[in-house]
């Protein structure tokens, strides 16, 4: 045996040996399980004695058709909330395309609604966003595309009531970071999941549990 080969058989070891000292070292990683109850994300604070869960705070916006959407157009339904802007040129039309499958999956249940809120509410007009909705070809009033709010303020109402990523940043695309979380909320306006929009396999999880969670709930 050479030296070069001496060296690559040693280095293929050690990788080895820390791969498995690494193994049994640690923790196996927690598995997804489909049959436990979903859980309320979020913290809770106790008032008056009470302890009560987080939940996502009244709002209005005006969507895609220049409606007033609000918390009251979701009364008595499941919906699925995220963050994205028209422009983006990164992970928004991942999810986008992602979120269609879920708009085609509960098209006809009247109990499961989408709200999509610009983080780009200057450009992203109702016009705007009637072109983006029509263009992935949904309707309209299953999926609320929605503007409104000065970008700091729609960047602390992702923050404080989605628990997601919604900042700005000159480093990204027109100054907008965003995460690209999809929350499941409940009737109750509590969320009860949040998946990655840009994998498929997180969204297949979130068409499940949004079964599960109308057969709780209904």
């Avoid at 986008?96 to 109990?111: A, G, I, P, T, Y």
Wanted: aromatic share 10%; net charge negative.
């Amino acid at each position: 045996m050479n030296n070069f080969t001496e060296k690559i058989f040693l280095l293929v070891v050690s990788l080895l040996l820390a791969f498995a000292g690494a193994s049994c070292n640690s923790q196996p990683p927690q598995k997804y399980d489909p049959n436990k109850p979903l859980p309320v994300i979020g913290p809770s604070k106790r008032v008056d004695g009470k302890v009560l869960t987080h939940q996502i705070e009244p709002f209005s916006f005006v969507d895609q058709d220049s409606n007033i959407v609000t918390e009251k157009s979701f009364e008595g339904k499941l919906f699925v909330a995220d963050f994205f802007f028209s422009t983006c040129p990164d992970i928004c039309p991942k999810m986008s395309q992602q979120m269609v499958r879920v708009h085609d999956e509960f098209l006809k249940d009247e109990r499961v609604a989408i709200l999509s809120h610009s983080l780009d509410p200057a450009y992203d007009t109702p016009k705007v966003l009637k072109e983006y909705a029509t263009a992935l070809g949904v309707e309209t009033q299953k999926w609320h595309m929605v503007t409104g709010y000065e970008r700091s303020e729609i960047n602390k109402f992702g923050q404080s009531n989605y628990l997601v990523t919604a900042m700005e940043d000159s480093n990204a695309p027109k100054g907008i970071l965003h995460g690209g979380n999809f929350v499941l909320v409940d009737k109750n306006r509590n969320i009860r999941g949040m998946y990655d929009g840009t994998i498929a396999e997180e969204v297949d999880m979130l068409i499940h549990d949004i079964k599960r969670l109308l057969n709780e709930e209904y």
